[in-house]
């Protein structure tokens, strides 16, 4: 979008001049002398700017009296200071400043500010570095298959047939294949490197995480008495699994700060897994009219808490009895 070229070189650089794209992303970077310097669209200018709005010379930045200054040419949608867009004729630089022209935007800093630390590349240090690794694909598919073959043969009441529970497989399969394959393609748009095998192996290991956190949190809920609160925490366990996915694959596809990373993993979970799940949950166990059954079945030998008798569940119906037959009185 933006061509410029800084003629008049001189040994001492006072400042930098950055050219912003409308995200606040810097696109380039140019040293400035503190010598008259013309920024426009026309090609006679030091920075030239692409940008429709902005005229063919809108702005100069210059040093009088050693100050530094941005003064407005006489463009015809004016120049501004700041976010908040305030509009100047000449304003005093500072280290930070931002410049609007046009829909372009400028911002200076100077020569001896200070830069923020270098970023630690995931992808060469700690564990995420491991990811990369070919055993470690192996590794993650081989969980993965075990998950989806052992999930399938829970599901399926029927004696187990290994034709019907490949079909049950290929589905999540070929899921966990696009699921790879869209974080891949986003990490190719951002950083030009898809590391295809690393969020495959991200995807192979969150499904059996899944897996094996669904079932300890049956086994824990099922042994402590807590079959009321099992939907909800399948719930808090897939929310947790799954920001933890995400957040591996924004580590490799993006550069943004892991803070943020955090932050966009939490919500795309909760958005994606978390509130059709809670909307669920709700209805069938407060809102819904219509009976809900979820067997637990497990050896009797792994309940530790005391379960409910049969005398506890017919009082228990004898209680509904009589307020479903109060609430149907005039």
Not at 112 to 139: C, F, H, M, N, Y
Not at 187 to 202: D, E, G, K, S
Not at 271 to 282: A, K, L, Q, R, Y
Request: glycine share 6%; net charge negative.
């Amino acid at each position: 979008m933006t061509e410029s070229g800084v003629q008049g070189a001189h040994p001492v650089v006072v400042g930098v001049i950055e050219m912003l794209n409308r995200s606040g992303q810097v696109t380039q970077r140019e040293p400035w002398n503190g010598s008259a310097l013309r920024v426009g669209r026309a090609y006679d200018n030091d920075i030239v700017i692409n940008d429709p709005y902005v005229c063919p010379h809108h702005l100069e930045l210059l040093t009088e009296s050693g100050c530094m200054l941005v003064r407005d040419l006489g463009s015809v949608n004016g120049t501004y200071a700041g976010k908040k867009r305030n509009p100047v004729t000449t304003m005093a630089l500072q280290d930070g400043s931002i410049i609007q022209l046009g829909h372009s935007q400028l911002r200076f800093h100077l020569a001896s500010g200070e830069v923020a630390a270098a970023w630690k590349d995931p992808t060469r240090q700690g564990l995420l570095s491991w990811l990369g690794k070919p055993w470690i694909l192996l590794l993650a598919s081989l969980v993965a298959l075990v998950a989806l073959a052992a999930d399938a043969a829970l599901d399926n009441p029927e004696q187990l047939q290994l034709l019907t529970m490949s079909s049950d497989m290929l589905y999540p399969l070929i899921a966990v294949l696009i699921w790879a394959g869209f974080w891949a393609l986003l990490n190719r748009v951002l950083t030009h490197q898809a590391n295809f095998p690393v969020h495959l192996a991200i995807a192979c290991l969150g499904v059996g995480v899944l897996f094996f956190v669904a079932q300890l949190v049956s086994m824990v809920s099922f042994a402590l008495g807590l079959d009321a609160w099992l939907p909800w925490l399948r719930l808090l366990g897939r929310v947790a699994i799954l920001t933890v996915v995400i957040y591996a694959h924004l580590r490799y596809a993006t550069v943004v700060s892991m803070s943020h990373q955090f932050v966009i993993a939490v919500l795309a979970s909760v958005v994606m897994f978390g509130t059709p799940e809670i909307s669920s949950v709700i209805e069938r166990n407060e809102f819904s009219s219509l009976p809900y059954l979820e067997p637990l079945l497990r050896p009797p030998g792994y309940r530790f808490a005391r379960g409910e008798t049969v005398d506890d569940f017919l009082e228990q119906a004898q209680l509904l009895r009589e307020k479903a037959d109060r609430d149907v009185r005039p």
